[in-house]
């Protein structure tokens, strides 16, 4: 987040306070987002009061407690529905799975995660579980470590300073470790999740870029972590590229 382009104070607290709400806190009281965010309980429950008669949280009576509501979904949908490309990019996540027989994540930056639009598990070609619109970790994933390999250092070193959470032994906790893979990824041009965020699934991760060359989101390829071997990671690197480079995706 870019600090010097917030212009309004007040805007910004009571997003802040919208953003709170995560897979891990689907459900948050007062009290509870005053002490995450140290604001004035009055002032967070006249925001909260707001949000609510927009839509966009709602309260559980039986305990107090609020959780987003339709109106983040109804947001969700539009922006879901009216992304550039969406069809295209879908059918290049389609048919990486169809190749592959692994399973297919497309994300963006998202802050300090990446944020899943398309998805596509290669058992059935169909979506399983909701993936798309959840986050997850970059230093960890692979779609994540192709997006943080190709940031500058000072945004980098933001991202890392505020912790590296070990989902897994593999996990790239250390600073410098991870710095030395990220070079590797550049390097070779893909990423590899070696069971960093899940244990027993490996993954390779790509870039994909503008007309430009800006990067501007990822893609990936993971599996059980046997299928994935020295020899098929390059193959599958080799595939993600060889759909991937002619996109001219434009803005996501």
Do not use: W
């Amino acid at each position: 987040m870019d600090e010097k382009r917030i212009k309004n104070k007040a805007l910004a607290k009571a997003l802040n306070i919208i953003e709170c709400f995560t897979v891990d806190n689907p459900e948050l009281g007062i009290t509870e987002i005053c002490n995450m965010l140290n604001l004035n309980k009055g002032n967070v429950h006249d925001i909260i009061t707001t949000f609510e008669a927009y839509g966009y949280v709602k309260k559980n009576t039986m305990n107090n407690r609020y959780h987003l509501h339709s109106s983040v979904l109804r947001l969700a949908g539009i922006m879901n529905r009216s992304r550039p490309q969406k069809d295209t990019i879908a059918t290049l996540v389609r048919e990486i799975a169809q190749e592959t027989g692994e399973t297919v994540y497309y994300g963006i930056l998202s802050g300090r995660s990446v944020l899943y639009l398309d998805y596509m598990s290669s058992a059935s070609l169909v979506v399983p579980k909701q993936v798309v619109g959840v986050s997850a970790p970059l230093y960890c994933t692979s779609t994540g470590k192709a997006l943080l390999a190709e940031m500058d250092e000072v945004e980098v070193d933001e991202i890392l300073a505020k912790g590296l959470k070990g989902f897994t032994d593999h996990t790239l906790t250390d600073i410098a470790m991870l710095k030395a893979d990220l070079a590797l990824t550049r390097e070779r041009g893909y990423s590899i999740d070696n069971m960093e965020h899940e244990f027993g699934v490996k993954g390779v991760g790509m870039t994909v870029r503008d007309m430009d060359g800006k990067v501007v989101a990822a893609i990936s390829v993971s599996g059980p972590s046997l299928r994935f071997t020295d020899e098929t990671i390059p193959k599958i690197a080799d595939l993600i590229r060889s759909h991937s480079r002619n996109m001219a995706i434009t803005y996501f």
